[in-house]
């Protein structure tokens, strides 16, 4: 055990009675001493008893009564009328308490004090504990020095008064006692209290009994503080609801970390978790044995009225259990909407909105992932700053996720924590399936482009696989895997970054058909989609017209069966996602509208009543099952109507034959 520096007080007591008796009694900081005064021969028992450093008695303590403790701050003073003696106690010692004290009546003795530093490893401890009513046992350990080995020891409780307790000089100190002391006779003394009820609770001290300068006089330097809080078995109203989760966490003293814990559910068998820190499943009901944190995690899905009853949720003792009872009520009206799916692209930010039971009191807003064994725990402490909550109307609220990364893809639930002493639930009432996807690729025909693949680090000795499709599926088509060789497809290269966990494949000489949605995947783990948009190559087309005027843009179709599109936006899957002005499925939008003409492997899009303001870049794209198609058109609005450029611009009828460099192919 590391040394500490403790201070230790030295009081020296001077008696004048026709010669000086002088003794010395020792405390140490944040511990407290008793000793006694004795009487002169001819004092007088009921007159007034001194304890003080100086006359006014600020420092200290004086009584008139005799048979009861008086008290001053930190200082008590007990006057016993059938003894020569009066005691004083002293309690949380500091340096303060140097100087020189009376001790007395009519202050007719003189002492001094002294303080002084000393090394020792263990003094001035205080530490907290909890008990529960019913509990069989509960044992306090006393640690002293090697050298006060030999002496007796002392343990007192704190009421009211000190109140000697147990002394280990005593013979009768049997193991079926209400207290019993254990004394190791090297550095620690072990205290039991049995049968721990209400009236146990309060302050207990540990101490040795030293002898002073003079060895008749004896005191106890106590070293040790220990505060006892005795609970009562708690039942918890839990709410839950039909078809929906709840998660239970109940917490157990450290002492009882290493003991089985169970659940029991009404008056039948109790269950038992064999093995720690594991998921164990016992029907619906799983649960978990946290050592570390000394807590019973239960959780049980897919309620029904059946679940409805009392339950205990304890840690075995001998002899003994240690409960928290909880009364689970299952709300057969679910008023909250079905499971959804949202989805989010990696880096960017999602929300999720989730349901409140407004019926709840002292709840707090709770959102969790589900695990591989479809356990719903909460989010990991260093994730929390990602996750942002905030009120929405009554009864609903919204948590934001922010920088969303490979880990973030599944399944979350919301619901309401209820805190109580012992014991957490969490009733979940909304389901998120959450799905990730890359930001679209861009690349233009006979280019290349990389897609990259990020993956959890815990995959990182794992096979990596691209393939166009979704992959392990039939129709999934194979591109690259991180453990083969890919040296003979020249237009395949691939890139490892173990640091970032990133896996890049870089596509050349790209063509039409490469468009479309390729996946990034682990087997078993994760598929994630990546769109590749391509943008042919004998583009962009320049159109001129005038302000007031109308222009006609055509388009050719390179593929059958497709989605046509026509958009704007300074890159193409911007313009996909946020300004599509006409399609196969809305052909008219204002001055916009699309003419399909199938004969001439065409479609026409008309602008009217142009202005200044409709310059800019826009799109004509083809769309199958996601796979983009891109022509890039750059169109110019003037106020004078300009001469059509020979070498930019032909006839109508050259668009329409497919011969027009007007004509959009996608």
């Known amino acids: 055990m590391k040394a500490v520096i403790i201070i230790f007080i030295f009081i020296t007591l001077c008696l004048i009675s026709g010669q000086v008796l002088c003794f010395s009694v020792f405390g140490c900081t944040g511990g407290s001493l008793m000793f006694k005064c004795m009487y002169k021969k001819e004092s007088k028992t009921n007159e007034v008893k001194y304890f003080c450093r100086d006359r006014s008695c600020k420092m200290g303590i004086s009584a008139d009564v005799q048979s009861r403790w008086v008290y001053n701050g930190r200082f008590a003073l007990y006057d016993d009328e059938n003894s020569r003696f009066f005691?004083?106690?002293?309690?949380?010692?500091?340096?303060?308490?140097?100087?020189?004290?009376?001790?007395?009546?009519?202050?007719?003795?003189?002492?001094?004090?002294?303080?002084?530093?000393?090394?020792?490893?263990?003094c001035g401890t205080s530490v907290i504990r909890d008990g529960y009513l019913g509990q069989k046992t509960i044992t306090f350990r006393c640690e002293y020095d090697e050298k006060f080995k030999t002496h007796t020891k002392v343990f007192y409780r704190l009421n009211e008064d000190p109140v000697h307790v147990l002394n280990s000089s005593r013979s009768s100190q049997s193991s079926e006692e209400k207290f019993s002391l254990s004394d190791s006779r090297k550095d620690?003394?072990?205290v039991t209290i049995r049968d721990i009820s209400a009236a146990d609770g309060g302050v207990y001290l540990c101490g040795v009994e030293r002898d002073g300068s003079d060895p008749?006089?004896?005191?106890?330097?106590?070293?040790?503080?220990?505060q006892?809080?005795?609970?009562?078995?708690?039942?918890?109203?839990?709410?839950?609801?039909?078809?929906?989760?709840?998660?239970?966490?109940?917490?157990?003293?450290?002492?009882?970390?290493?003991?089985?814990?169970?659940i029991q559910k009404d008056s039948q068998k109790k269950i038992f978790v064999d093995g720690q820190n594991q998921w164990v499943r016992h029907g619906k009901v799983?649960?978990?044995?946290?050592?570390?944190?000394?807590?019973?995690?239960?959780?049980?899905s897919d309620l029904t009225a059946a679940d409805e009853a009392t339950y205990r949720?304890?840690?075995?003792?001998?002899?003994?259990?240690l409960f928290t009872e909880i009364t689970l009520t299952v709300n057969q009206v679910d008023h909250f909407p079905a499971s959804s799916n949202t989805s989010a692209i990696i880096g960017e930010s999602v929300k999720l909105t989730c349901n409140f039971p407004e019926k709840h009191d002292e709840t707090f807003t709770h959102i969790c992932k589900e695990n591989k064994e479809k356990i719903c725990e909460s989010i990991s402490s260093s994730e929390e700053k990602r996750f942002e909550f905030s009120a929405g109307p009554a009864g609903v609220f919204t948590v934001s996720i922010s920088n969303v990364s490979v880990r973030d893809a599944g399944v979350y639930w919301c619901g309401a924590e209820t805190r109580d002493t012992h014991l957490t639930s969490v009733s979940l009432t909304n389901q998120h399936q959450l799905t990730l996807t890359m930001p679209p690729v861009v690349g233009r025909e006979g280019d290349s482009s990389e897609i990259k693949c990020p993956y959890d680090g815990n995959h990182s000795t794992e096979v990596k696989h691209l393939c166009k499709g979704k992959c392990f599926t039939p129709d999934a088509q194979h591109i690259i895997q991180s453990d083969e060789a890919h040296v003979n497809n020249l237009m395949i290269s691939v890139k490892y970054d173990t640091e970032l966990s990133l896996f890049t494949v870089t596509l050349s000489d790209l063509r039409a058909e490469d468009a479309g949605i390729y996946w990034c995947a682990v087997e078993g783990a994760f598929n994630l989609p990546i769109e590749l948009m391509i943008v042919l190559k004998d583009a962009p087309f320049t159109h001129e017209a005038?302000?007031?005027?109308?222009?006609s843009i055509s388009c050719k179709n390179v593929?059958?069966?497709?989605?046509?599109?026509?958009?704007?936006?300074?890159?193409?899957?911007?313009?996909?996602?946020?300004?599509?002005?006409v399609s196969s499925d809305t052909r008219t939008n204002g001055r916009f509208s699309l003419t399909d003409e199938t004969s001439a492997g065409v479609f026409t899009v008309n602008i009217s009543n142009l202005t200044e303001e409709d310059s800019g870049k826009y799109w004509c794209a083809e769309e199958t099952s996601g796979s983009f198609v891109f022509t890039e058109v750059h169109l110019y609005v003037t106020q004078e109507t300009t001469s059509p450029d020979p070498e930019r611009e032909t006839s109508q009828d050259e668009e329409k034959s497919g011969s027009s460099d007007f004509c959009l192919r996608v």
């Open 87 to 122: 005691t004083v106690f002293i309690r949380n010692l500091s340096r303060e308490d140097y100087g020189e004290y009376t001790c007395g009546n009519n202050q007719t003795w003189s002492h001094d004090v002294t303080l002084v530093e000393k090394k020792e490893s263990r």
């Open 546 to 551: 005038s302000v007031g005027g109308s222009v």
């Open 188 to 190: 620690h003394f072990n």
């Open 216 to 226: 008749s006089i004896t005191h106890i330097t106590f070293i040790k503080e220990i």
């Open 313 to 321: 949720c304890g840690v075995n003792i001998p002899d003994h259990d």
């Open 228 to 262: 006892l809080n005795v609970q009562g078995q708690t039942c918890v109203q839990v709410q839950a609801y039909s078809s929906k989760s709840v998660f239970i966490s109940c917490k157990f003293p450290q002492e009882f970390k290493g003991n089985k814990k169970f």
């Open 559 to 581: 593929r059958s069966q497709t989605q046509r599109l026509f958009c704007r936006g300074d890159q193409p899957n911007i313009c996909v996602r946020d300004g599509v002005r």
């Open 286 to 300: 799983r649960m978990f044995d946290d050592s570390s944190e000394g807590r019973l995690k239960v959780f049980i």
